[in-house]
């Protein structure tokens, strides 16, 4: 399982309690210390150009330099230009009206405003959110394609679909709102569908992965990284994969899927990413678990 | 780091002209400048300004299109429409596209990765930097989740030409008359990170109707599968250390096709079978014959073999329905998982399909989660087409560090949109049909 790397202090094996973490240095543009950056023993990777500083000097920038393989589709690049082509320019956020119109996305007006018409009395009083309060967990709230029949149409109405995470019932339930009507079109509930989990999830993750024993690894590795006790899930950048269970499966976690689980992609703020992807959190049953 | 900042006074039209002012030549510094004249106005659903991509390109070709951001399939393309000079309308093509799916299976079988429905693809949009964008503008988009939290507002679309080299090439009647064109192109791109990959999702408008779209998979390598066992993986450490897991990433496209701006179209088939010569012939010869497909097919790719999808409604002057064709790059088509096993899938339209595996939203008791099991006899009459394009991975010495970009993808090629080469400069306007016959 341990990766044997040349001997750097880039890389280093911990094992604590048969259960061994590593840290990767890992490159993110700017944010990437000067002396740590090597990621084997060779410290090849130093030179490497960093976008933010490419731009000025980007000349002939046309040129996309594609595989073999791709270039008879996209075309291959060409024109030798003989001025430098200029970095783009990054436009400033449109000030939003209330309203999108025909294909726009939703503004934060209308976000609020489905979210607030799909959680009705029932799903709010009844629900549970991942925390274990009161009303089910929103997930995500998107513009809804249209049906078949207004596929053509210029004028079909403008639909949300809701969708949000009861984990009362460990159900997943999708609510179409339309925008022009302000009517539920539909209710959806599922069993078993895992979406990507929210940030609100993901962090509720972390938390219980910081305070668990099975975390003990993720707090030293932080404490080496950053030299700081790691309390709280707001030192961390996090990122999030579904875990569903399969035959091999660990009994703690075989039911993962019908139960949200997740696995935790690290990043200490400011520094390192840590690899805790041993490590499972069942979220609907709020505890750790190894696998593999 | 310039940003565009637009006055309180101009804001509405300002946003306009800034998407109009995408640099059509290499040297002219992106900014606001002289409002494009737009023909008619398109028919179909349309976007405000600031959700719009219009590009006209040196050769007179315009390209316009609605964007929007989703929280697991990234950015969406709507109504997409091609206008070349000397179309007074623009003819739409696609209804919507964007990704259905990234799946990465790993050659151990250890992990199996669901890049869009599982792990976060859409809440990874990464900022880019303005060279990231060259010639170009960065847009902000809102990203549902974004990861991180303190900043939802991404600097994650760019837009931007390019040029693709020889657009044509042909020798003129006199010995010093060339006739040539270089072409350009309407690039569309954001990068998503997911774990320690980061795909480039680049769709690509050509001044002759071709659009192009690939995933580029850059970023790192998975530093935990570095132990592959015989047979799964590949040294990339020093001697016989470091061996990366091999994996496949197998990208799915989702096109809702609206040619003329109908979603009525029609799917064909064509294949093509070499015979012997006749007798007394000199050559082999080859027969191609037309298959209507007017089911839901899972199609497989196969030698002389190609779909395309026709307009019921749109002819162009040469009376010829408008079509495009799918061109699809290479593909290593993973046989692991049912749905991998086709490398274009063509089904009815149902709006809860969006995902070619996982598919989160409900399509009814025992329809299935995948694009696969959708195929299921259906009529078809608006044709939605999923195409599969696969990459085995099998990692190299130059995949650290980082990983270099990789491109998978396909083009949707125009057949018969016009009625000549959409770039045909004006002295070869009337060699139209048989040279004998003229137009």
Not at chain 2, 325 to 335: I, L, N, T
């Given at each position: 399982?341990?990766?044997?790397?040349?001997?750097?202090?880039?890389?280093?094996?911990?094992?604590?309690?048969?259960?061994?973490?590593?840290?990767?240095?890992?490159?993110?543009?700017?944010?990437?210390?000067?002396?740590?950056?090597?990621?084997?023993?060779?410290?090849?990777?130093?030179?490497?150009?960093?976008?933010?500083?490419?731009?000025?000097?980007?000349?002939?920038?046309?040129?996309?330099?594609?595989?073999?393989?791709?270039?008879?589709?996209?075309?291959?690049?060409?024109?030798?230009?003989?001025?430098?082509?200029?970095?783009?320019?990054?436009?400033?956020?449109?000030?939003?009206?209330?309203?999108g119109s025909g294909r726009d996305?939703?503004?934060?007006?209308?976000?609020?405003?489905?979210?607030?018409?799909?959680?009705?009395?029932?799903?709010?009083?009844?629900?549970?959110?991942?925390?274990?309060?009161?009303?089910?967990?929103?997930?995500?709230?998107?513009l809804?394609e249209p049906e078949v029949g207004e596929l053509d149409d210029p004028a079909a109405p403008r639909r949300?679909?809701?969708?949000?995470?009861?984990?009362?019932?460990?159900?997943?339930?999708?609510?179409?709102?339309?925008?022009d009507?302000?009517?539920?079109?539909?209710?959806?509930?599922?069993?078993?569908?895992?979406?990507?989990?929210?940030?609100?999830?993901?962090?509720?993750?972390?938390?219980?992965?910081?305070?668990?024993?099975?975390?003990?690894?993720?707090?030293?590795?932080?404490?080496?990284?950053?030299?700081?006790?790691?309390?709280?899930?707001?030192?961390?950048?996090?990122?999030?994969?579904?875990?569903?269970?399969?035959?091999?499966?660990?009994?703690?976690?075989?039911?993962?899927?019908?139960?949200?689980?997740?696995?935790?992609?690290?990043?200490?703020?400011?520094?390192?990413?840590?690899?805790?992807?041993?490590?499972?959190?069942?979220?609907?049953?709020?505890?750790?678990?190894?696998?593999? | 780091?310039?940003?565009?900042?637009?006055?309180?006074?101009?804001?509405?039209?300002?946003?306009g002209?800034?998407v109009a002012?995408?640099?059509?030549?290499?040297?002219?510094?992106?900014?606001?400048?002289?409002?494009q004249t737009r023909a008619a106005p398109p028919a179909a659903a349309d976007c405000s300004a600031a959700y719009r991509i219009e590009q006209k390109?040196?050769?007179?070709t315009t390209w316009t299109m609605c964007w929007h951001?989703?929280?697991?399939?990234?950015?969406v393309l709507e109504n997409v429409s091609y206008q070349p000079k000397g179309e007074s309308r623009p003819i739409r093509v696609l209804t919507s596209a964007?990704?259905?799916?990234?799946?990465?299976?790993?050659?151990?079988?250890?992990?199996?990765?669901?890049?869009?429905?599982?792990?976060?693809?859409?809440?990874?949009?990464?900022?880019?930097?303005?060279?990231?964008?060259?010639?170009?503008?960065?847009?902000?988009?809102?990203?549902?989740?974004?990861?991180?939290?303190?900043?939802?507002?991404?600097?994650?679309?760019?837009?931007?030409?390019?040029?693709?080299?020889?657009?044509?090439?042909?020798?003129?009647?006199?010995?010093?008359?060339?006739?040539?064109?270089?072409?350009?192109?309407?690039?569309?791109?954001?990068?998503?990170?997911?774990?320690?990959?980061?795909?480039?999702?680049?769709?690509?408008f050509?001044?002759?109707g071709?659009i192009?779209?690939?995933?580029?998979?850059?970023?790192?390598?998975?530093?935990?599968?570095?132990?592959?066992?015989?047979?799964?993986?590949?040294?990339?450490?020093?001697?016989?250390?470091?061996?990366?897991?091999?994996?496949?990433?197998?990208?799915?496209?989702?096109l809702n096709f609206g040619l003329d701006g109908t979603s009525k179209n029609k799917?064909?088939?064509?294949?093509?079978?070499?015979?012997?010569?006749?007798?007394?012939?000199?050559?082999?010869?080859?027969?191609?014959?037309?298959?209507?497909?007017?089911?839901?097919?899972?199609?497989?790719?196969?030698?002389?073999?190609?779909?395309?999808v026709v307009s019921t409604t749109g002819k162009n002057k040469?009376?010829?329905a408008r079509s495009y064709?799918?061109?699809?790059?290479?593909?290593?088509?993973?046989?692991?998982?049912?749905?991998?096993?086709?490398?274009?899938?063509?089904?009815?339209y149902?709006?809860?399909?969006?995902?070619?595996?996982?598919?989160?939203?409900?399509?009814?008791?025992?329809?299935?989660?995948?694009?696969?099991?959708?195929?299921?006899?259906?009529?078809?009459t608006h044709p939605v087409?999923?195409?599969?394009?696969?990459?085995?991975?099998?990692?190299?010495?130059?995949?650290?560090?980082?990983?270099?970009?990789?491109?998978?993808?396909?083009?949707l090629?125009p057949?018969d949109v016009t009625?000549?080469?959409p770039?045909?400069?004006?002295?070869?306007?009337?060699?139209?049909?048989?040279?004998?016959?003229?137009?």
């Open positions: 399982m341990p990766k044997q790397w040349d001997s750097s202090d880039s890389w280093r094996n911990r094992g604590v309690g048969g259960n061994v973490r590593t840290i990767v240095h890992r490159h993110l543009g700017k944010v990437v210390a000067g002396a740590a950056m090597a990621v084997t023993g060779t410290a090849v990777m130093v030179g490497i150009t960093l976008p933010g500083s490419a731009g000025a000097d980007d000349s002939g920038g046309q040129g996309s330099g594609r595989t073999a393989q791709q270039a008879g589709q996209a075309g291959h690049a060409g024109g030798r230009q003989q001025s430098a082509v200029q970095p783009g320019v990054v436009e400033r956020a449109p000030a939003e009206g209330d309203t996305p939703l503004t934060d007006d209308e976000t609020e405003r489905v979210e607030r018409l799909a959680l009705d009395r029932g799903l709010s009083r009844a629900g549970e959110n991942v925390e274990g309060g009161r009303g089910p967990q929103r997930i995500t709230v998107d809804a949300a679909e809701v969708s949000f995470y009861d984990y009362k019932d460990d159900s997943l339930v999708t609510r179409t709102v339309n925008l009507t302000g009517r539920v079109e539909a209710t959806d509930t599922q069993h078993g569908v895992q979406p990507p989990l929210s940030r609100a999830e993901t962090v509720e993750a972390a938390r219980l992965l910081i305070a668990d024993p099975l975390g003990a690894g993720l707090r030293a590795d932080h404490k080496d990284a950053t030299g700081k006790k790691l309390t709280d899930p707001d030192q961390l950048l996090l990122n999030s994969m579904v875990f569903r269970a399969n035959p091999g499966t660990p009994a703690p976690l075989a039911a993962c899927g019908e139960h949200r689980c997740l696995r935790l992609f690290v990043k200490a703020k400011n520094g390192p990413w840590i690899d805790s992807r041993d490590l499972v959190v069942d979220l609907s049953a709020r505890k750790v678990a190894e696998v593999g | 780091m310039r940003v565009n900042s637009i006055s309180r006074a101009g804001r509405r039209t300002a946003v002209l800034s002012a995408l640099t059509v030549g290499a040297t002219t510094v992106a900014g606001p400048a002289a409002a390109l040196a050769a007179g951001y989703e929280s697991e399939a990234g950015l964007k990704l259905a799916q990234i799946h990465v299976p790993y050659d151990d079988g250890s992990v199996e990765y669901d890049d869009l429905t599982g792990a976060g693809f859409g809440q990874g949009l990464m900022n880019m930097a303005p060279g990231e964008c060259p010639g170009g503008t960065i847009r902000t988009v809102k990203v549902p989740d974004a990861w991180d939290p303190e900043h939802p507002n991404v600097n994650g679309l760019c837009t931007t030409t390019r040029s693709r080299g020889h657009a044509y090439r042909m020798q003129g009647d006199s010995a010093n008359k060339v006739f040539q064109q270089q072409g350009k192109d309407l690039l569309v791109y954001t990068v998503n990170q997911v774990g320690w990959y980061e795909y480039i999702t680049e769709w690509r050509q001044d002759d071709t192009n779209m690939n995933v580029g998979a850059t970023g790192s390598l998975s530093p935990g599968d570095y132990d592959a066992g015989d047979g799964r993986g590949w040294p990339i450490g020093k001697g016989a250390k470091g061996y990366a897991t091999s994996h496949s990433h197998n990208v799915f496209w989702r799917v064909e088939q064509y294949d093509s079978v070499v015979s012997p010569p006749a007798q007394g012939g000199e050559a082999p010869r080859n027969k191609t014959t037309r298959t209507k497909i007017t089911k839901e097919l899972a199609g497989d790719a196969k030698n002389m073999r190609w779909w395309r040469d009376e010829h064709e799918f061109v699809p790059g290479a593909s290593s088509k993973y046989p692991g998982r049912g749905y991998t096993k086709h490398d274009i899938y063509f089904t009815e149902k709006k809860c399909e969006q995902f070619a595996s996982h598919n989160i939203r409900n399509c009814g008791t025992g329809a299935g989660k995948s694009v696969d099991k959708w195929v299921d006899g259906q009529a078809l087409g999923w195409v599969n394009i696969g990459f085995h991975h099998v990692a190299r010495d130059e995949d650290q560090q980082p990983m270099p970009v990789h491109w998978q993808g396909f083009s090629a057949r009625a000549m080469n770039l045909t400069p004006p002295e070869l306007a009337d060699q139209n049909g048989s040279p004998q016959n003229g137009s």
